[in-house]
């Protein structure tokens, strides 16, 4: 079955290190989002890519970075940088905006 | 940049009662979606809406497209406990990006 991976479900890391979450998706999409889900805020776009080795900054991409070597995979990473890091992040992927995004099932990150 | 205002930003309902919610934009819309997250997981599209006073149904879901282009409706009836969760609007401007806007949320909670 096609679908859309982020791993792994839970996450928890110290302060001040580097964390790096996955996304894979075998529906063949061209464009993949990354998105952090505050409570009461709603989705934030951090970065997007519309095709391999491209990508863009979203409106909270600060503290964060990606890449994509890959169709399938655009993994994030949440860096020191990032001031308040702990969030439910979401990755996506898309075909025809037009036609929605599909999402993953989602990583919570914990920073202690 | 384009925001969403979706209302209510929560609702507490008796199961069997109709919920009513709603998104407004700033500027046009050239689709329209409703999405629902049910905790711990990542949205999934319920209905896309393509067209003007678009009336579109999904068993006990209906959504309108705004005749204005500006907003969008979602009915849900005779709501059951497997409702709650948060639902999402979602629009595409169709402009030089075309990444879907959503909206904040609207928790809904059903008591059976």
């Known amino acids: 079955d096609g679908g859309i991976t982020q791993s792994p479900k839970y996450l928890f890391r110290k302060e001040g290190q580097n964390v790096t979450l996955s996304c894979e998706q075998n529906?063949?999409?061209?464009?993949m989002y990354w998105y952090r889900q505050d409570p009461g805020q709603g989705l934030r776009l951090i970065y997007y890519?519309?095709?391999?080795?491209?990508?863009q900054k979203g409106d909270i991409a600060e503290g964060y970075s990606v890449s994509r070597e890959k169709k399938e995979s655009f993994p994030l990473t949440v860096t020191s940088a990032q001031k308040n890091p702990t969030a439910f992040y979401l990755c996506?992927?898309?075909?025809?905006?037009?036609?929605?995004?599909?999402f993953g099932s989602g990583t919570r990150l914990t920073v202690v | 940049g384009q925001q969403l205002n979706q209302s209510p930003q929560s609702m507490f309902i008796q199961e069997g009662e109709d919920v009513s919610m709603n998104c407004t934009s700033s500027?046009?819309?050239?689709?329209w979606l409703w999405y629902k997250q049910d905790p711990g997981e990542g949205p999934v599209l319920l209905i896309a809406?393509?067209?003007?006073?678009e009336l579109t149904s999904n068993g006990r879901l209906t959504a309108q497209f705004g005749i204005t282009r500006k907003d969008s409706f979602l009915n849900i009836s005779a709501s059951i406990p497997s409702d709650v969760g948060i639902y999402f609007c979602?629009?595409?401007?169709?402009?030089?990006?075309?990444?879907?806007?959503f909206g904040k949320g609207t928790k809904l909670s059903v008591k059976p």
């Open positions: 996506a992927s898309s075909i025809d905006r037009r036609a929605g995004y599909t």
């Open positions: 529906l063949n999409h061209d464009a």
């Open positions: 890519s519309q095709i391999v080795n491209d990508f």
């Open positions: 500027s046009i819309f050239n689709t």
């Open positions: 809406l393509y067209k003007a006073g």
């Open positions: 979602a629009g595409q401007g169709g402009g030089s990006q075309g990444n879907l806007i």
